[in-house]
């Protein structure tokens, strides 16, 4: 049986995965960015989401998802407050201008930022569709820590949920505390959650109880999501159900038996978008057949695409705007590029690629499981979920790193009200009407990653030499010779790359940690004993890929040989 073309397969999953998410439906709701001045003078926004089914005054959440996050990285869990009625208000920390943008703070960030959360529930209770005595707030990481204080400085809050944060709590405030952690937190072991759990409610008991009554406001539990780590945890449909289902009662509503799809969705759409992208892009490297005219035609329209969406999908549509961009941008970027490969040189990058991805992961996740493993023997069904956490957490990190934060990097403004590319994304576009594939082909031409012109002209029959590698255009991806696609390997300098790849990778891990570890410090949230207590969780989990990746990198390669 003869196998479908890559195009066709591309088109295929991208449907399938549109359907499937198509099939979950989003709830109703109306969104609001608005700028608030805080206690302080300063200017800030904020996002807020209005159920539309909603009658009368309802509950309410603030949601302070951690600084370096876009608003729609916590929409996820958002939209499943929406679902059971909640208004929730969230933090846009970069705003639309330097005074908004409390990612540029370094001096008296936490007064700020404690002002910011003040002033946001202050906003959130005296909307009509509030009912002021029914406010939660929730936090993830840095913002649960901005959720504590909140929560400690305003005890008309009723219930706040901590996740992925211990947070320094007594036993009375603030008012019935939820810790929501990943069971493969890198940061928030369990075992430290747990202690941190007991000590603040009185107890020995562990995950999964709750202590103390709600009517008090000494309710505390801890939650553990199987399916979660701290970079998703977020999204995580376990974490997003114990969140609402410890908020619901507080507030005397029965629990949430409902099915949380959003993150489901969310991966659905995701995924949608970019075997659209491969799709795309792999259907004009079929059908370009060395018509220059016809890659500089797909540049153009995706130049005018650019430009028509931001002017007209407002609204409701803007974050599917926001996708269609980036995605159009994207394969103004590798169309003619790709399009212009040899078969063998860029089936051979995809593999190495491939396999480089692909073993990191491998020893990532061996690493969260040895971390976890004692778990997996207190309670056997906590192993059973880690295929799905495997699967799932690198879905929700390509998501969030892909689509959310992508967002801000490619946007001046966007927003409901507003939606406007940066001048250098019509710019890479209109480089690549002029020239097809000329940005890549640099970055390729630096790297020397090209076939070295003796070998594959020596692996060619004479008069195929002279003709296709004369003129490369006549070697389309499917009429290149065998030879061509077999001979061809990556230039010198990608080569040499190979036994240094995990030293690299290391390095760079290194400089991020230290960078973020720097940030904190010099923001305030972090302090140097507690600097060093996360330093040696960090070492758990971030020195232990380096011992496994070399041994797997090495197998796999001796395999492949």
């Known amino acids: 049986m003869r196998k479908p073309p890559a195009w066709v397969l591309a088109w295929l999953l991208c449907g399938l995965s549109a359907l499937a998410a198509s099939l979950v439906h989003e709830p109703s709701y109306r969104l609001e960015y608005r700028r608030l001045v805080n206690g302080r003078g300063e200017p800030l926004r904020v996002a807020i989401y209005f159920p539309a089914i909603a009658a009368g005054a309802g509950p309410a959440v603030v949601l302070t998802q951690p600084l370096n996050d876009p608003p729609e990285y916590a929409r996820p869990l958002a939209l499943e407050l929406i679902r059971n009625g909640f208004v929730v208000l969230s933090f846009d920390w970069r705003g639309r201008g330097p005074a908004e943008n409390r990612q540029l703070l370094r001096e008296h960030t936490q007064e700020t930022l404690r002002a910011d959360v003040a002033t946001a529930v202050a906003a959130l209770r005296a909307q009509k569709e509030v009912d002021p005595g029914r406010v ?48 493969y937190d890198e940061f928030r072991p369990l075992g430290h959650m747990r202690e941190v759990f007991q000590a603040s409610a009185g107890t020995k008991e562990n995950e999964g109880v709750t202590a103390g009554d709600f009517a008090s406001g000494r309710a505390r539990r801890l939650a553990v999501s199987l399916t979660a780590d701290h970079f998703n945890e977020l999204q995580d449909w376990q974490i997003e159900r114990s969140v609402v289902n410890w908020f619901r009662p507080v507030l005397g509503m029965g629990p949430d038996t409902g099915l949380y799809g959003m993150e489901f969705r969310s991966l659905a759409v995701m995924v949608a978008w970019f075997a659209g992208l491969a799709g795309a892009v792999l259907t004009v490297r079929r059908f370009w057949g060395g018509r220059t005219w016809l890659l500089r035609a797909a540049a153009g329209a995706t130049l005018a695409g650019i430009a028509l969406v931001s002017r007209q999908l407002t609204g409701g549509a803007y974050l599917a705007a926001t996708d269609a961009i980036l995605m159009m941008f994207l394969f103004a970027l590798f169309a003619g590029f790709l399009a212009q490969r040899p078969a063998g040189s860029l089936g051979h990058a995809a593999r190495f690629l491939a396999r480089l991805t692909g073993i990191v992961w491998i020893s990532i996740l061996l690493t969260l499981a040895i971390n976890s493993f004692p778990y997996y023997f207190e309670h056997g069904y906590y192993a059973l979920m880690l295929p799905e956490f495997a699967v799932k957490t690198l879905l929700d990190l390509a998501d969030a790193y892909l689509l959310d934060y992508g967002r801000p990097l490619l946007f001046s403004v966007y927003g409901p009200d507003a939606l406007a590319p940066h001048y250098w994304v019509y710019a890479v576009a209109a480089a690549e009407v002029i020239r097809p594939g000329v940005l890549l082909g640099f970055v390729a031409r630096i790297a020397q990653w090209k076939p070295r012109p003796a070998e594959t002209a020596a692996a060619l029959p004479k008069p195929a030499a002279q003709t296709e590698l004369a003129n490369p255009a006549l070697a389309s991806p499917e009429t290149a010779p065998r030879a061509v696609r077999r001979t061809e390997r990556p230039g010198p300098i990608a080569a040499s790359l190979r036994p240094i790849v995990p030293g690299i990778v290391l390095a760079f891990l290194g400089l991020f940690f230290c960078g973020v570890i720097w940030l904190r410090l010099q923001q305030g949230f972090l302090t140097p004993e507690s600097a060093r207590t996360g330093l040696r969780f960090l070492l758990r989990f971030a020195v232990p890929p380096f011992f496994i990746f070399p041994f797997l990198w090495k197998w796999a390669t001796e395999k492949k040989s």
């Open 136 to 183: 939660v707030i929730a936090g993830h990481s840095v913002g649960g820590t901005l959720a504590i204080d909140a929560a400690d400085n305003d005890l008309n809050i009723r219930a706040a949920a901590v996740i992925g944060m211990e947070a320094d709590v007594m036993p009375a405030i603030p008012r019935n505390v939820l810790w929501a952690v990943g069971l």
